[in-house]
Each structure stands twice: as structure tokens, then as C-alpha cells.
């Protein structure tokens, strides 16, 4: 087997295509390996292209190139994600699982054993390295290709939407939009997308060895890399929010997340967060005791970030009378942040409802008590 063999029998790419097709596979892998410039023999090409990451690096190219036959890329990119199947430790998926699931959901040609290898692919993703991260506008159509056009099953889909999640080497800092992407996708069943958002409240880590039952066979070292303790905080906190959005009842939803030690394990002041954005969405359509019970309940917490909001909040809605508690806050950093703050605004400096807004999005971030 050489490369030009591999290109005429298993990608039937003609004859006026091969010498354009082994350039671009010398150019990904002069980019993406320590190849030597120029050396494009067919043979020394076709060590590289056996393994999956090589051979993903070519085909993020072939993709995207114009001019090459669309049954070549389909056929390249069913290789690359299929091979994922046969992934060991220690082996690394080959880079645009996401580009490359698009391009074929967009052309309706998305199959069942390219939805198997994603899903390895997701697994074996290194943790440590940025060159998997895509782009949303090729990760948001794949998302849309998979659960619409290939056969996966209620328990499979709410796995793959948390291990799309938890794939940060692929996503990135994207986590929040690609949530709230997949929550409005009307290809995802209300109960299902309901199921999820609990799963990611409730639970720090749903996939410990042992505790869950995966809708695919999967080894221990699979299920210890497949745990959503990897899952991005912003998405806790949309969780939380879109549970009150998918029919969830939004006063009994906060009542039980703001109150201390509601939610253990990682993320828990993530959650809690979450619960002030819902507080923040639903203010009016709360009573007037209700909600400044939960304020205060808030502004409790043991979570020094989660305290911090809530006085932003209460600045938001009830003024400053509420943010002058933050003065005798336990936390001396909030006490500071507090006094700096009321100083400001008796200077004259009053926030415009957009900037408490902006200030009430930020990432949750933690302080020292």
C-alpha cells in the first residue's frame, strides 16, 4: 500500500486528482508533523497517513478545498471518524471530528458508524493540547447532522450531548452556546433535553466506574474520561435556567438550589450561580417576599463568587440598601469589594441597567475567604 493506492481504491479519487491530492497531504503533514519540507514520497507520505491523527490532519484539508470530487471527501471522512472504532489508549483521534461530521451531515451523508466513531473520537481526545478546538460554525451543524440524520437512540443522545460538553480540547471556551444550541434543537425530544439539564443540576459526576450504565460497552478508562466533572462551569450554570425554560416549576427550582450544601461535588457554586441567573430572568413574575427571601438565601451561601452576585443582584432590583449588607459579608475581600463599590456609587457613579447585566454574565470566578 502506498499513498496513491490508497487514494485510487479506497477514494476513488481520479487520475486527475491524485497529483493535487498527495501535494495537499504533504502540505498537512509538513504543518502538522516534523516531516521534512519537500519530502513528498509517496511511500514516506503513506507511514504518516496509517494513523488516524495524520490522516485527520489531510482530511481537514481535503474538506475544505474546492475543486475536489464530493464522493472523495465523503469517503475521507468516513474513514477518519470510523477508524475511531478501533482506537486504544495511548492513540490519538484524528483532529475535525466536528468539521468533518458536518461536512457530512450537510450533505445527508452522515451514517451510524461515523456517529460510533465521534463518540470514540470524543473519548480518546487528549486533555492537554488546544489542536483539537473547531469552530462553532462547524460544530453546531455537526451537532444538528447527528441527532437528526443518524439512528441514535434516547440514552445515546443524552450521553453524546454531555460528551460533547465535556470535549474541551474540540469546543473550547464554546461550551454556553453550543448548550444552548443543542436545547433548541427541535430534533431533541423536551423530556430528553429536560433529562439533561438534571443530569448536569444534580450530578457532579454522573459517569463513575461502576454508577452508570453507558448505552455502549465501554472500558473503565473510557467511563473515568466520559465523567462531566470536564463539563464547563457556564454550562451548569445554563442548565439551570433552561430547566425552569423546559417546563421545570421556577420557585420550587430555586427554593431548592439556593440553600447550602443543595448541590455537592464539583460545580456546585455553578449551580448555585445558575440559580441566580433564573432569579434574574424570572424577577417579575416572582412575588415581592418570595424573591427577596431568596435573595437573601443567596447571599448565604458559603460560595464567596455566589455571595458577590447576589449583592449584584440586589443592587439590580432593591438599590443600594441591599448591596450595604455586603459590608459585614464574612468574606474580607467582599467586605473591601464592598466598600470600594458603595463609595463609587456615592460618588455619583451609577451603573446603567446593561452594565449590571454584563457585570451579572461574567464567568463565576472564586475568591479567597
Request: proline share 5%; glycine share 6%.
Amino acid at each position: 500500500m502506498d499513498t496513491s493506492t490508497f487514494l485510487k481504491n479506497h477514494l476513488e479519487a481520479s487520475e486527475e486528482e491524485l497529483p493535487r491530492l498527495i501535494d495537499m497531504a504533504a502540505a498537512s503533514l509538513s504543518e502538522g508533523t516534523d516531516i521534512p519540507p519537500g519530502a513528498n514520497t509517496e511511500e514516506l507520505l503513506w507511514r504518516y497517513l496509517r494513523y488516524p491523527y495524520y490522516l485527520g490532519l489531510f482530511a481537514r484539508r481535503v474538506v475544505a478545498a474546492h475543486g475536489i470530487s464530493p464522493h472523495v471527501k465523503e469517503k475521507l471522512c468516513h474513514a477518519v471518524l470510523q477508524i475511531n472504532m478501533h482506537l486504544e489508549q495511548g492513540q490519538e483521534p484524528g483532529p475535525g471530528l466536528f468539521s468533518l461530521t458536518s461536512w457530512l451531515a450537510q450533505n445527508n451523508a452522515l451514517k451510524r458508524d461515523d456517529y460510533l466513531g465521534l463518540r470514540r473520537g470524543l473519548i480518546w481526545l487528549p486533555r492537554l493540547t488546544s489542536s483539537y478546538t473547531e469552530e462553532l460554525d462547524v460544530v453546531l451543524p455537526a451537532c444538528e447532522g447527528i441527532f437528526r440524520d443518524a439512528q441514535v437512540r434516547r440514552d445515546e443522545a443524552i450521553e453524546l450531548v454531555l460528551m460533547i460538553l465535556t470535549a474541551k480540547e474540540a469546543i473550547g471556551a464554546q461550551g454556553r452556546e453550543i448548550f444552548d444550541h443543542l436545547m433548541s434543537l427541535t430534533t431533541l425530544n423536551k423530556s430528553l433535553k429536560r433529562e439533561v439539564c438534571q443530569i448536569v443540576v444534580s450530578d457532579a459526576i454522573p459517569f463513575p466506574r461502576g454508577n452508570y450504565e453507558h448505552p455502549i460497552e465501554t472500558g473503565d478508562q473510557e467511563q473515568d474520561r466520559l465523567s462531566i466533572r470536564f463539563l464547563p462551569g457556564n454550562v451548569r450554570r445554563r442548565a439551570v435556567v433552561w430547566l425552569a425554560r423546559l417546563g421545570r416549576d421556577p420557585d420550587d427550582l430555586l427554593k431548592r438550589l439556593l440553600k447550602p450544601n443543595t448541590v455537592r461535588g464539583f460545580g456546585g457554586d455553578q449551580v448555585a450561580s445558575g440559580a441566580l441567573d433564573l432569579l434574574d430572568e424570572q424577577w417579575e413574575e416572582i412575588g415581592d417576599e418570595n424573591r427577596l427571601s431568596l435573595l437573601r438565601r443567596a447571599a448565604d451561601l458559603p460560595d464567596t463568587a455566589v455571595r458577590r452576585r447576589a449583592y449584584i443582584l440586589g443592587e439590580k432590583y432593591l438599590g443600594l440598601d441591599f448591596l450595604r449588607q455586603a459590608a459585614d459579608d464574612k468574606a474580607k475581600s467582599l467586605r473591601e469589594w464592598a466598600k470600594e463599590r458603595l463609595e463609587r456609587r456615592e460618588a455619583g457613579e451609577i451603573p446603567t441597567p446593561d452594565q449590571l447585566r454584563d457585570e451579572l454574565a461574567e464567568d463565576l470566578e472564586e475568591d479567597d475567604e
